[in-house]
């Protein structure tokens, strides 16, 4: 009878953790969004300064890190919503560094940094 009136807890229990990845890939949206936005009025100095590089290769090589698990023993289901935000990550890297994933590329060519 409770399952019947309160639905299924396992099914409730994987709504609920779907709805707060959802909650949470939202925030990371906004935060990167505001970052880009603060990035963009940085002047092409600051964005290809050697510090601001340094900053990014550390980002990237901690997101390299998450971003290569073994994921295939997710659900189908639950395995979109972490790409989303592995993709709102990848971003935040640039934008929380102070650079943009273009001129991070072409300093990291120029410079040989590695």
């Not at 603060?38 to 290769?57: H, P, W």
């Not at 790409?83 to 640039?94: A, G, I």
């Amino acid at each position: 009878m409770q399952t019947y009136r309160y639905g299924n807890p396992q099914q409730r229990d994987a709504q609920a953790h779907q709805d707060s990845i959802t909650s949470y890939i939202r925030f990371v949206e906004d935060e990167v969004m505001r970052l880009e936005q603060a990035t963009a009025g940085f002047s092409e100095e600051v964005q290809t300064d050697g510090e601001t590089i340094r900053r990014a290769l550390t980002f990237l090589r901690t997101f390299g890190r998450i971003a290569v698990q073994d994921y295939s023993l997710l659900p189908d289901a639950t395995r979109q919503p972490l790409v989303d935000l592995l993709k709102w990550e990848y971003r935040w890297c640039f934008a929380a560094a102070g650079t943009t994933p273009q001129v991070f590329k072409r300093e990291i060519g120029r410079t040989g940094a590695r």
